[in-house]
């Protein structure tokens, strides 16, 4: 635990202008992010009497090592700047809304020839127009099954597409009318766009235009006498009308607004948000964090602000933001900026908009409670787990960040590893990594160990090298290697092998090489769960009902789950690697391209230098290691037909 006063910067050093803040821990992590109007006010507040701190800004400003600042000209660019630094840094202590799902969205890709309707989850893509999120993908495509009707999108993937065009025969919604199959070219690229721009224009709100005129269309269809065109034209705008119910009117007036509500206690937040368009509800989502930081109502909205809007521009920000505590001013500028015209940021105060920011408030308080049950007893669980295993190997404090390495191979063949992340008892599977043995070939565990563990503190000391930190800690030598910075930059306070006591040794044999002395370093044997200690002759042995054991196996088996998958990745692949594998610098698309130019490798080996010059992409250097790679290569033993005993000739590869 830092003391404050150690890091406190010099009275007059921190300037009286708007600006953003870093603090950092021990290991150069930043742990917490900030704005502030005044830099010099804000900051001072940090440095009084720790007994006058909230909770959790007095565990923030002792995990702290150091501070650093960064001024600009205006709150504004303060607010944007703490929202690029919040999600590259990802600290520790600012409250980050995250879903407790990933709600799907309707997503029309208009950056495509033949735009597609689907069904989208996670981070959104450029020239893509979303309509959400849901709180169901069936929801969705119910929705999307009754438009098609009357606006024949595309909803097929691109490999069904691509067969389609191939065979010039539509696929089943193509046959029913749902789908106007330009794969087939009964309509063109304009036509099928045009179709897609219409179908958005309705998902937005503008309804009751397109309506009015389906229907003088089939007013004039009967008038002409052409009823069965008239029949089809009632038909479609029943069935718009039946998708246009699906969303109720809550706002008379056809507005397009945001409601965001928020329902919170002591330690918890929970934030909803109705998407309201054309003054029908088009989309639902929400958020639960734990308020790792001193902030109130206002300042929970601000940050759901940021991580709702932080990416999006143009009409993906609305007009009006119904909230229910205004952050601070610039806020609004920000939205303004975002959306490139005016959005109006306020509270409700009467009428239909104050009820329906009554019932995302219902929402919000039910979210909060839903997640405080389901949460209740795992975060107790996991505290008690994780002061249990700091118990059980004799360990300073709690430890907050868990690694855990195993090595995974067949009949010593494809021999690589894993290492697995916990933080706080959960996965953290963005940090996980993957590991090939290259010091040695065959099959020794203990000596795979030693090279994985060496390799990722390897790296972490030059992260700390790069920033000055570890020069003066240790006389060993710690050479360059090929991994993009910052994988390895922050340290785990618990190193967990899989495996005893030899395993654990080289673990700590490797440590020491590289003069680390402030992780621990432990192994659990598979055979009787036995936790085994460096240098201990005798294991530890949890209680069969510890919760501490039951992590640390958690922990062990997800570390095999994921070096397995890796292994069994790297075995499939080699299997149907072929000569073709060997030519360096030969890459997927020209092997395609070889293979479909001449229908088999038997032709391929057969043909001459100038006719593998033929070939789009392969000049004569290139054809030249292609027929010596196959030469060297012996050719594959001919398949055989197990139902008949048959030999199949190579050349139908």
């Not at 306020?346 to 405080?372: C, E, F, S, Y």
């Not at 090595?407 to 963005?430: C, N, T, Y």
């Not at 910075?485 to 967990?496: E, I």
């Not at 890796?566 to 149907?576: E, H, L, N, T, V």
Request: aromatic share 6%; with cysteine; charged share 30%.
């Amino acid at each position: 635990m830092a003391d404050p006063s150690s890091y406190r910067p010099k009275p007059g050093q921190i300037p009286d202008s708007p600006g953003v803040y870093r603090f950092r821990d021990e290991h150069g992590r930043v742990i917490y992010v900030g704005k502030a109007k005044s830099l010099r006010q804000r900051l001072s507040s940090y440095f009084q009497d720790l007994a006058g701190l909230h909770p959790r800004t007095r565990t923030m400003v002792t995990t702290a090592a150091s501070v650093e600042w960064t001024v600009v000209s205006t709150e504004v660019e303060a607010l944007q700047l703490e929202y690029s630094w919040i999600k590259e840094y990802d600290p520790r202590f600012n409250v980050k809304y995250r879903d407790d799902k990933s709600y799907p969205s309707l997503a029309v890709t208009l950056n495509e020839e033949f735009p597609r309707v689907q069904v989208m989850r996670g981070p959104k893509k450029k020239g893509v127009r979303y309509f959400g999120p849901y709180a169901h993908a069936w929801a969705i495509r119910e929705t999307v099954d009754l438009m098609l009707r009357v606006f024949p999108v595309r909803t097929c993937s691109a490999g069904v597409f691509k067969r389609s065009h191939q065979i010039g025969r539509p696929c089943l919604l193509g046959y029913i009318g749902k789908c106007s199959a330009p794969c087939v070219g009964r309509v063109s690229a304009e036509e099928h766009r045009e179709l897609a721009e219409e179908f958005c224009d309705f998902m937005a709100g503008r309804t009751g235009a397109y309506i009015r005129r389906l229907e003088r269309r089939m007013q004039d269809a009967a008038e002409e006498m052409e009823y069965e065109k008239a029949a089809r034209l009632r038909d479609d705008i029943e069935a718009l009308r039946r998708a246009m119910e699906k969303n109720a009117v809550v706002l008379a007036d056809a507005t397009d607004a945001d409601l965001i509500a928020v329902a919170e206690d002591e330690l918890e937040a929970a934030v909803q948000i109705f998407h309201v368009r054309g003054g029908r509800v088009r989309g639902q989502r929400g958020w639960v964090t734990d308020k790792v930081e001193a902030v109130d109502t206002a300042g929970l909205v601000e940050h759901a602000l940021q991580q709702l809007y932080g990416e999006e521009s143009g009409d993906a920000v609305p007009k009006e933001v119904l909230v229910p505590a205004l952050p601070a001013a610039p806020v609004a500028q920000w939205l303004t900026g975002r959306r490139g015209s005016r959005v109006d940021l306020r509270i409700p105060q009467r009428g239909d908009k104050k009820d329906l920011m009554a019932t995302v408030q219902r929402n919000a308080q039910q979210a909060l409670v839903l997640h405080k049950t389901k949460r209740a007893s795992d975060l107790t669980t996991r505290s008690r787990a994780l002061e249990e295993i700091a118990e059980a190997l004799g360990l300073d404090s709690a430890p907050l960040r868990i690694e855990c390495f195993d090595i995974s191979h067949l009949q010593g063949q494809d021999v690589v590893a894993s290492m697995v992340v916990f933080e706080d008892g959960l996965a953290r599977k963005s940090e996980y990594r993957r590991f090939q043995i290259k010091s040695f070939a065959g099959q020794d565990d203990v000596r795979s160990m030693h090279e994985v563990v060496g390799r990722r503190f390897r790296r972490y000391l030059q992260e700390k090298l790069k920033t000055g930190e570890w020069a003066e800690e240790t006389d060993g030598e710690v050479p360059e290697e090929d991994e993009r910075p910052k994988r390895f930059a922050y340290p785990p306070q618990l190193v967990v092998v899989d495996g005893g006591k030899p395993q654990v040794a080289a673990a700590k044999r490797a440590l020491d090489e590289l003069g680390v002395t402030d992780v621990a370093v432990c192994g659990l044997a598979k055979r009787l769960e036995e936790v085994w200690l460096p240098d201990e002759d005798d294991p530890v042995v949890l209680p069969r009902t510890s919760e501490g054991l039951y992590l640390l196996q958690r922990v062990r088996d997800e570390a095999h789950r994921f070096a397995i998958s890796y292994q069994r990745g790297k075995r499939a692949k080699s299997m149907r690697a072929g000569p073709l594998d060997a030519v360096p610098g030969l890459g997927e698309t020209r092997k395609q391209a070889l293979l479909k130019h001449f229908g088999s490798l038997k032709r391929l080996r057969a043909a001459s230098l100038e006719q593998i010059c033929e070939v789009p992409g392969i000049g004569r250097k290139t054809a030249e290691t292609i027929t010596a790679a196959l030469a060297a290569a012996a050719p594959a033993a001919p398949a055989v037909n197990m139902a008949t005993g048959e030999i199949m000739d190579d050349a139908e590869e």
